[in-house]
T-cell receptor
Framework: GENVEQHPSTLSVQEGDSAVIKCTYS??????FPWYKQELGKRPQLIID?????GEKKDQRIAVTLNKTAKHFSLHITETQPEDSAVYFC???????????FGRGTSLIVHP | SAVISQKPSRDICQRGTSLTIQCQVD?????MFWYRQQPGQSLTLIAT?????????ESGFVIDKFPISRPNLTFSTLTVSNMSPEDSSIYLC????????????FGPGTRLTVL
């Protein structure tokens, strides 16, 4: 099965700084890598995703990079704002399926 | 996209009883899943709800404890049976449509407390 490791577990930054969260996966057949944001008491919501045929994807202040050779992908948030404070989960599907395995989550705290 | 609702949003139950959680999607979806999330923890997949057939359970979860139904492409239920305080958690329903997008949509969750 797929094993997804996520680091760090907690990340504290000042408003305006950048934040980077990293995930590694084990199944070389995995081909879809989403990132979810979960605000306190709310449901997880997809914020960005990347497929294995792309190395990088950006959406305004958020970007995801993928290194298939090393089996890791990262979430980059630039110019962080207090409303970015949340728990972020990475995920990778079990090879050949649509069933994701989630990382343990990163609690991002952005201090005003 | 898909909008998912769950009922109840929260409940407090006595040990030994059972609770059924309902999940309704506003459009037909290929896949529906049930997750458990302990406070401050990640999402743990309980099972994949299969339309018209028995659910597929993850290691550590069994049908007798967590019976699941999925009578059609927009609705599923999860029952937590013979509850104990260890079952206290948030239970999340999610849905996805296979094809070009693998995006999963989540319900708001059901917060269960077992006394």
């Amino acid at each position: 099965g797929e094993n997804v490791e996520q680091h760090p577990s907690t990340l504290s930054v000042q408003e305006g700084d950048s934040a980077v969260i990293k995930c590694t996966y084990s199944d070389s057949a995995s081909n879809y890598f989403p990132w979810y944001k979960q605000e306190l008491g709310k449901r997880p919501q997809l914020i960005i995703d990347i497929r294995s045929n792309v190395g990088e994807k950006k959406d305004q202040r958020i970007a995801v990079t993928l290194n298939k050779t090393a089996k890791h992908f990262s979430l980059h948030i630039t110019e962080t704002q207090p409303e970015d404070s949340a728990v972020y989960f990475c995920a990778a599907p079990r090879g050949g399926s649509y069933i994701p395995t989630f990382g343990r989550g990163t609690s991002l705290i952005v201090h005003p | 996209s898909a909008v998912i609702s769950q009922k109840p949003s929260r409940d407090i139950c006595q040990r030994g009883t059972s609770l059924t959680i309902q999940c309704q999607v506003d459009s037909q979806v290929t896949m529906m899943f049930w997750y458990r999330q302990q406070p401050g923890q990640s999402l743990t997949l309980i099972a994949t709800a299969n339309q018209g057939s028995e659910a597929t359970y993850e290691s550590g979860f069994v049908i007798d404890k967590f019976p699941i139904s999925r009578p059609n492409l927009t609705f599923s239920t999860l029952t937590v049976s013979n509850m104990s305080p260890e079952d206290s958690s948030i239970y999340l329903c999610s849905a996805a449509t296979s094809g070009t997008s693998n995006e999963q949509f989540f319900g708001p969750g059901t917060r269960l407390t077992v006394l």
